[in-house]
């Protein structure tokens, strides 16, 4: 059975950063893209970046550009989010998916990682 | 690229329900198609415009042609009530894209 899971919630600082992850399990790891999508409070869904864990190969959506990075580590089948420079409005519930293999489809997701950004 | 969805939509038990999600010659794209009930994870319901994942329940359909994608729910159950994003892959910027979401209420 395909799983990830998400570290637990976090409390954060404005200017501070972060980092959760997802860790996979139940097929190949480095075979599928893993993405990231947030989802502030009462909002829709926003995606951040995607990686390839096959070559740490990773992407990131325009919002978030430059304070976002995400990494993989193989030896533990987990994808790392990291955050920057926190600020209230980075607040949200975080995401981990993985596509269907031959579709961009997220078929999978994580339970999602509450992030509280304040002061 | 930006999809537009209907805020919200409702319908009574029994009935059919779609959900449009609009943009620019969506028609040429694949569309996706998400649920999510409150305090959950999205959970996909129709992928590549019109194919389901297994286990979802055949009364889940899609459709996409011209500016429209449709996503529609047959005999709709009080446990369909929850909101329904569309995806696609935008091709320009090579990043996927969500339209902002309907609420679909069972009356």
């Known amino acids: 059975e395909v799983q990830l899971v998400q570290s637990g919630a976090e409390v954060k600082k404005p200017g501070e950063s972060l980092r959760i992850s997802c860790k996979a399990s139940?097929?190949?790891?480095?075979?599928?893209?893993i993405s990231w999508v947030r989802q502030m409070p009462g909002k829709g869904l926003e995606w951040l970046g995607r990686?390839?864990?096959?070559?740490?190969?990773?992407d990131y959506g325009p919002t978030f550009r430059g304070r976002v990075s995400i990494s993989s580590d193989t030896s533990v089948s987990t994808v790392y989010l990291q955050l920057s420079s926190l600020k209230a409005s980075d607040s949200a519930t975080y995401y981990c998916?993985?596509?269907?293999?031959?579709?961009?489809?997220?078929?999978?997701w994580g339970q999602g990682t509450l992030v509280t950004v304040s002061s | 690229y930006v999809l537009t969805q209907a805020p919200s939509v409702s319908v009574a038990p029994g009935k059919t329900a779609r959900i449009a999600c609009g943009g620019d010659?969506?028609?040429?794209?694949?569309v996706h198609w998400y649920l999510q009930r409150p305090g959950q994870a999205p959970v996909l319901v129709v992928y590549?415009?019109?194919d389901r994942p297994s286990g979802i329940p055949e009364r889940f359909s899609g459709s996409n042609s011209g500016n429209t994608a449709t996503l529609t729910i047959s005999r709709v159950e009080a446990g369909d009530e929850a909101d329904y994003y569309c995806?696609?892959?935008?091709?320009?910027?090579?990043?996927?894209?969500f339209g902002g979401g309907t609420k679909l209420t069972v009356l």
């Open positions: 998916a993985r596509d269907i293999g031959y579709s961009s489809a997220s078929a999978y």
């Open positions: 590549d415009d019109r």
């Open positions: 139940g097929y190949s790891f480095s075979t599928y893209w």
């Open positions: 010659n969506i028609g040429s794209n694949r």
């Open positions: 990686i390839d864990p096959s070559d740490s190969y990773s």
């Open positions: 995806q696609v892959w935008d091709s320009n910027s090579d990043h996927p894209v």
